[in-house]
């Protein structure tokens, strides 16, 4: 892979502006091999999620950062991860994304996840934080709310979560607990505290009430952050087709000139969100996740189709890495290893030149990300 | 580029069945980025429509036909455009298109655009006409009818709109004002002029009326003229996944031998629009307006998707251009350049042999277009 | 085509686990067009069948078989194959498709075709059978229930069906006849029984309710057998959108840890049902059908699509071969040529080594197959 864009983007440290704790403890096979699958953990079944596109990649591309030859079995991979033991193995992989800002959702994480800090200090990076507003909505339900008092209890506790010193954004999961199919408008409060009374009588719990969602929404359109939402593919509890961006066009409209919106992931509906970004100033796009799931080999083609109609300004890099430090050094390598062959191409074919290709690498690489999180004011 | 199938689509005169008039009076830069995003109109925002895939390609294809250096900044290109005029531009645009037959859809264009006839003389082509539907209904309204009268008062308006010389087809944006998810029957006029009373009541105005638009659908039908219908992405009012043509699948079940439905634009739909022309006779597909915004560099990834399963016979080119000259010959290139090179790379790969390529290349480029507006009665 | 990857393949007797009988008598030219298409049959049209993906891939990939040059006209083609005669030419495109079992669907074929036997005599193959379902129940209701009885009597039918020898999977059309966005949970037998008296009122025939359908898929649950399920594109009376195989997720959620699901066709929703394969356990895809129908030149396309976080041990081959007996050849041959097109890129991009590709390949020609449907216990 060579070329003045990928050269650029080796150089670039990335803003990774949605990611989580990476794993501190030893991890076994199965350990690991839990943390491979994207909601599929079949113990007893003979199925590896080591024989997936991303096992192909941990073997290919993270092997040789444990000073293993390429294509090493998982279980010699395994072996030797253990003996570096988890400190030294997020080390290089968080070292290998080369990063230079950290968006970190702590609102989910695995067991013994690495704090914001911990990981900042292994990646060498800025950590800010990004609030997961069902998190705050089910802390409220668990410390105990009258039914009518919810509204306001969740709005206080919204705000106050997104004062603390480094929070940057918030996000929410609406598109895998009710799908984006939601009426757009702000529901009134009553509305919601009979929504609130309903949940609240079962034990609270997951949040997945349609209007307690929209609530959650609209008050992120209150708190001014950006908000992050997931899109497509993602959590294993999801319907892919109700995670489709285009069902949230009513909602967008209704808050367009409001806050920051980032559709994360996207796959499939990559086109979809790119069309929703070409379409709305607020709303911007990533195709995390799915770069380490597709690995290198096809990052490119994904790339593509998000860049088909998208403005260039509209594009940021996330990993929403979670788990094995690996997916940090994947979904980088991913990132500039797609980006880079897809904008080179343009500019050997004359399609574009080099200046307008560099830049555009940088905008999607970190420029994006800092104007619209305005890291130059935070960071 | 090069290849005998290129060669072949180079030679050969278009029919884009498929357009709008082209802005007349001078363009300063906000109006002229005003122009080229669709639905993306967002000043003081910092960002530039010239960022996207559609400028690149602007600035690199079309700054030459300015007698401009490819790659000429935004800046320089406006004004070299400005320098030369609209007139001369236009005629530059459309000259470069290389067209015979342009079916212009005059129910909507920007403020000062061409009349038809002055499409033909700047592109040294014949101009047919296409008539917008809602934009009947709505002057049916505009100009007052009682609600039981509307039903009939537009069916007579359309047959007297398309009675006019020169029209060759009607057009609806049903998939923009309510989505293809429409009953497929045909509404009965009680029920219709109920529909009406509502719709008149507020003003008239934009028809968005799912009843009322079924009754323009089959109106289209008693017509007998070919049938453009948007699908997929378009306009900024739309909501993406209502405009997915398998929506229709019902009602194009029930038309089915009555007149020839083409789906216009079709991305990120393609592959669905497709599905159609394979399994009804009467429908076909073009991938107008995402040539321009995809550009060269990725119009090909677009039709091999709306040529993996459809009939030879029923793909179509349209530019679907409107506003800025620019949009004819960057719809003109892509689609020479994208279907020459996926054609090509068949022979090469010995897929097909050339006789045949050079059939399908002028099958799509005109030829299907000319069969299902009989042009060879008609012009 | 080259490559270690492709002569593993070529080499590899493939598991053609969903196919139908060809045909055994002549076929004259709108015969043979009338089998081409799917579902679009137009006489009069001057549309031919030909004019296709698929048809150039039978001009270049069959003819050679029939003795003819590449590209050979439709006309002498098909002279070539009524001279050959239906025995010879099903003989010879069974042996090219070089297949060592053979899964028929005995509920669907052409007037005229192949028993399973004739079908593994051709081919030198061991043919096993699939019981579609809706036939089971539509001969329920052909011989005569009582509504109250029908819930029991379909079970019992079924459960004779798959307990003659060599049966070894059910098969649903459930995606055609309702659509999948079903009510996931099973429906009680009073349901089932008034919905049943709805159908046989109507004098039963062509089972498309969705009670129905429920309680046809709760049936293939009990009775333990793989089930293959169409999905996205396939037979002319279905609604893509309502196809997409994402609207099962929930009854795929609630009927996990049951029996494997295997999804067949797929098109244009591969992604989706990889998606679905990525996260249950029990889910399987295949690109049948699609496979002949976009031909070898666009096969790779979309086996890349349906591979990008699919794992590797869930996708199977099937040809859906229904009628001509060209579609084994084809669909045996675009199956080889995408799938080693694609891993033979892996392999020289270093992305993977041959042993692991090599291994790809053999899983999903044959091994994922014969691990499905424990073809070692019954073949």
Redesign the interface.
């Known amino acids: 892979m060579g070329g003045a864009v990928h050269e650029e983007l080796t150089a670039l440290p990335l803003v990774d502006h949605h990611c989580h704790g990476v794993t501190t403890g030893p991890l076994d096979r199965p350990g690991f091999e839990g943390l491979l699958?994207?909601?599929?953990r079949?113990p007893g079944?003979g199925?590896s999620?080591f024989?997936?596109?991303?096992g192909?990649?941990v073997r290919?591309h993270c092997a040789p950062l444990l000073d293993l030859p390429?294509?090493t079995p998982a279980e010699e991979y395994l072996a030797r991860r253990a003996d570096l033991g988890a400190a030294e193995v997020n080390r290089r992989f968080l070292r290998a994304a080369h990063t230079s800002v950290l968006c970190v959702d702590t609102g989910y994480a695995p067991a013994g996840a690495t704090s914001p800090g911990q990981l900042a200090q292994a990646a060498d990076a800025v950590a800010h934080e990004v609030v997961r507003l069902e998190t705050v909505a089910e802390a409220v339900a668990a410390r105990g709310v009258e039914p009518d008092a919810y509204p306001e209890a969740f709005r206080a506790a919204a705000e106050e979560a997104v004062r603390r010193p480094g929070v940057v954004a918030v996000k929410s999961v609406a598109a895998y607990r009710t799908g984006f199919a939601l009426d757009p408008a702000r529901p009134p409060d009553a509305e919601v505290a009979a929504a609130a009374r309903r949940w609240l009588a079962h034990g609270g719990g997951r949040l997945a009430d349609p209007v307690l969602e929209r609530h959650l929404l609209w008050a992120a359109v209150d708190l001014g952050l950006p908000l992050q939402l997931h899109a497509g593919?993602g959590d294993?509890d999801?319907?892919?087709?109700r995670a489709?961006p285009?069902?949230l066009?009513?909602w967008l409209r209704l808050t367009a000139g409001t806050i920051p919106v980032l559709l994360l992931h996207c796959?499939?509906y990559q086109?979809?969100a790119a069309?929703?970004a070409?379409?709305?100033?607020q709303v911007h796009l990533d195709v995390g996740l799915t770069l380490h799931?597709?690995?290198?080999?096809?990052a490119r083609?994904?790339l593509?189709e998000a860049?088909?109609?998208?403005?260039?300004?509209k594009l940021l890099y996330s990993s929403d890495a979670c788990g094995p430090a690996e997916f940090y050094a994947l979904g980088a390598l991913a990132f500039r290893q797609g980006l880079a062959g897809l904008l080179q191409d343009?500019v050997d074919?004359?399609?574009?030149?080099l200046r307008?290709a560099l830049r555009?690498a940088r905008?999607a690489g970190a420029e994006n990300a800092r104007r619209v999180y305005r890291f130059s004011d935070v960071s």
Chains 1, 2, 3 share one sequence.
């Open positions: 699958g994207e909601g599929g079949w079944s199925l999620p024989d997936t596109p991303l192909l990649a290919r390429r294509h593919f294993a999801l319907r892919l087709h489709d285009a069902l066009t009513d796959w499939p086109r979809q069309y929703l070409a379409v709305f100033e799931h597709v690995g290198p080999a096809r083609a994904v593509a860049l088909e109609i998208a403005p260039f300004r343009l074919a004359d399609e574009t030149d307008d555009i905008w």
